[in-house]
């Protein structure tokens, strides 16, 4: 039940009508006045949740960024005084089997819509892929994907984001389909026929959620005692590095899951607000998972931002969902989770979830080596909504809801 993502990228277009007057460079921090004009103009109500604090954490106070001077890990497009355009790169450490490498992720690219159809945005992409050495994208506009594989991209195997629906309410149904309908003109008006007129999100609560409730019984009925205990934290410790230190050779393409990356990811994020919880047993530290609720501008569902264990350790990871599950109550209209491991889709699929979506991820290896090693560990990945900036605040569109 994500909200669709806000499709800004570039369009490409022949190298003769790039303007000549623009300008692509790696942004430094006295561009920060005019990066924030920028994502004012190109993001409009959504900006909000691209402002300073989040975009000092993300890239300034990210513990794997290692800026040389005052540059910052985002490249601009300048006409004039004006930035028109941007890609930026969220820094982290990728383990590819028994190595470590430093990576990033193409997140916010964005071109004012003045400016679109003239190639700048193959422009900014070749810039960035000249200065890092490996730049992952999970999800992504197509244009953002045909800049990625002119480049030779790798496209990895499908992460899938899968959903478990909880209970229906008239509002949400309608919310979700205007929604999801939004730039789909004939499929909008269908729905809001459907609605106004076959009050069709009056009727599907009344038919679904006497299913759901018997899903509900048939899952708890084989719920059976277990020894886990799950407990709530507020930071993570050294304990969930020496799970990651025993489990890590579990998942050879991964973005490491240390105390260092989670503490910056879940704790020290701004915005949204996570919870944390841990899992132990026989006096270890066997998983984890982040959750958190939707902000009241998004739809009305939970999130499971990160799962973590071995993974053979099935039990673990059935706790850990079920804790979700229990923690959300009937608080949400449906949970919202993000995987690329099987045995993680197995344990959801057992508690209801369904897949809703797949995303094909790239990766761009400026070493050829390793780009052949990546290619061909592609069917073997780990990536969740913790990857990239796939969790974030997702507002729903300005759409009139009323009954």
């Given at each position: 039940m994500d909200d669709p993502r806000l499709g800004g990228e570039a369009q490409a277009g022949?190298?003769?009508?790039?303007?000549?007057?623009?300008t692509v460079r790696r942004a430094t921090l006295s561009d920060r006045p005019a990066i924030a004009r920028f994502i004012d103009e190109a993001y409009g109500p959504r900006a909000q949740y691209k402002a300073t604090?989040?975009?000092?954490?993300?890239?300034?106070?990210?513990?794997f960024t290692h800026p040389e001077h005052d540059e910052v890990p985002v490249w601009v497009a300048v006409d004039g005084d004006r930035i028109v355009?941007?890609?930026?790169?969220?820094?982290?450490l990728l383990q590819v089997e028994d190595e470590?490498?430093?990576?990033?992720w193409a997140v916010d690219i964005m071109l004012l819509q003045s400016h679109r159809g003239a190639g700048l945005g193959h422009r900014l992409h070749e810039a960035v892929v000249k200065d890092v050495?490996?730049?992952m994208a999970l999800t992504m506009a197509e244009a953002s994907r045909r800049m990625a594989e002119r480049e030779g991209c790798v496209t990895l195997e499908e992460v899938h984001q899968l959903t478990r629906w909880v209970r229906w309410d008239p509002v949400t149904v309608r919310r979700y389909l205007m929604i999801h309908t939004a730039g789909h003109r004939w499929a909008q008006q269908a729905a809001q026929v459907s609605c106004d007129v076959f009050r069709f999100h009056r009727l599907l609560p009344g038919?679904?959620?006497p299913l759901l409730r018997l899903r509900d019984f048939v899952v708890r009925s084989r719920h059976a005692p277990s020894a886990t205990k799950i407990v709530e934290v507020d930071c993570f410790g050294p304990e969930v590095d020496e799970l990651w230190e025993r489990t890590r050779g579990d998942y050879p393409v991964i973005f490491a899951r240390d105390s260092q990356f989670l503490n910056w990811r879940f704790v020290d994020c701004p915005e949204p607000v996570y919870r944390r919880f841990v899992a132990q047993r026989d006096g270890r530290t066997v998983g984890y998972v982040v959750l958190r609720r939707a902000e009241p501008v998004e739809l009305q569902q939970g999130i499971i931002a990160d799962l973590y264990a071995s993974r053979q350790d099935t039990q673990t990871l059935d706790e850990l969902v079920r804790h979700s599950l229990a923690f959300f109550g009937d608080t949400v209209s449906a949970v919202d989770c993000g995987t690329s491991v099987a045995e993680f889709e197995g344990v959801l699929r057992k508690h209801g979830f369904f897949k809703t979506w797949a995303h094909n991820p790239t990766c761009i290896c400026r070493d050829s080596a390793l780009r052949e090693r990546v290619s061909q560990l592609k069917n073997d990945l780990f990536f969740s909504k913790g990857d990239q900036d796939w969790d974030q605040i997702h507002a729903a569109d300005r759409i009139a809801f009323a009954e």
């Open positions: 022949p190298l003769e009508e790039i303007p000549i007057a623009v604090p989040r975009w000092t954490w993300q890239f300034i106070d990210n513990p355009g941007q890609i930026a790169v969220q820094k982290g470590t490498f430093e990576a990033g050495d490996i730049l038919l679904v959620n």
